[in-house]
Nanobody, 125 residues
Framework: VQLQASGGGLVQAGGSLRLSCATS????????MGWFRQAPGKEREFVAAIRWSAGYTYYSESVKGRFTISRDNAKNTVHLQMNNLKPADTALYYC???????????????????WGQGTLVTVSS
């Protein structure tokens, strides 16, 4: 499985960006795709995830209400719409996927077996 992320950039606080992640294939009916981010000097943290078949979505508390994860079945692509961005959202954002994770581990980076390259999001104050 290959994941190709895109859409990062520089934006002012309060602005919006949309990240996209295309997956080369879905390995199972339980396919889950997620977004993680890592700021300089910090550990990688969960941002959002979506269960492909059911469309259920999950968010970290820090982005709930501002970010929306969605999927495009026809294009095998997941999007992360990020609104009302804050300087604290500045990080390298990674998309990830798994065909077999246990739902209770959905927010853990170690549960995902496939990773895309990072895309940088910089939010200026």
């Amino acid at each position: 499985v290959q994941l190709q992320a895109s859409g990062g950039g520089l934006v002012q606080a309060g602005g919006s960006l949309r990240l996209s992640c295309a997956t080369s294939r879905r390995t199972s009916s339980n396919y889950v795709m997620g977004w993680f981010r890592q700021a300089p000097g910090k550990e990688r943290e969960f941002v959002a995830a979506i269960r492909w078949s059911a469309g259920y979505t999950y968010y970290s508390e820090s982005v709930k209400g501002r970010f929306t994860i969605s999927r495009d079945n026809a294009k095998n692509t997941v999007h992360l719409q990020m609104n009302n961005l804050k300087p604290a959202d500045t990080a390298l954002y990674y998309c990830a996927a798994s065909g077999s994770l246990i739902l209770s581990t959905l927010r853990s980076a170690s549960a995902y077996g496939y990773w895309g390259q990072g895309t940088l999001v910089t939010v200026s104050s």
